[in-house]
């Protein structure tokens, strides 16, 4: 059988018994340390797997708050929707044409009074967007859904008459004229 070297070195008179047990002993202490640092060294694989595991846990926090604000919104939006059409007012037989703008497109709507025509004008009326169609609600209405989402609210004269009393522009060339509460374009 084949020897270890150390029992070859104690053979040929190169070590004695004294050397060749602790050179035993020193080698032995080595391979011990040797294990307990390959335990106690995490795998690779597991701190990958943690890593992946915080990140998942990450994701899923990030995609559940961005749910939540989705879900406020779409609560905000139908409480304004239940909001419109709860102050609509009625159009049936509307016979007068009332014309506005929305964004760049020139728009009618028929109006069932000549008094709902000059409310409008007068800023007490505003025009809404209402499921694809146009509505009347009071003004008060129109600013509180101004204030949560202002692309609703078409026309609302009341924001302009209040510019037009408060601020008098000496350059306003048109300033001395006024315009008749009876124009209808």
């Known amino acids: 059988m084949a020897q270890s070297l150390r029992d070859q070195f104690l053979k040929m008179g ?53 749910r939540q604000e989705e879900a406020r919104k779409n609560e905000a939006i139908a409480r304004l929707r239940q909001l419109i059409s709860s102050n609509l007012l009625p159009l049936k037989d509307g016979t007068i044409p009332y014309r506005f703008t929305d964004n760049t497109r020139i728009t009618k709507i028929l109006l069932p009074s000549k ?14 967007r209402e499921k694809g169609s146009y509505g009347v609600v009071p003004a008060a209405i129109a600013d ?31 300033a001395a004229y006024t315009v008749p509460d009876d124009l209808i374009w």
């Open 14 to 66: 190169l070590v004695d018994k004294k050397q060749a047990s602790q050179a035993k002993k020193t080698t032995y202490k080595k391979n011990k340390e040797e294990e307990k640092g390959r335990m106690q060294a995490p795998d690779e694989n597991k701190i990958h797997a943690r890593k992946a595991l915080a990140e998942k846990k990450e994701q899923a926090v990030i995609a559940n708050l961005k």
């Open 115 to 128: 008094e709902m025509v000059d409310q409008l004008s007068q800023g007490h009326l505003a025009i809404v």
């Open 144 to 174: 509180k859904i101004r204030e949560q989402q202002p692309d609703l609210v078409v026309v609302c004269n009341a924001a302009t008459h209040k510019n037009q009393a408060g601020a008098d522009d000496p350059d306003d060339p048109y």
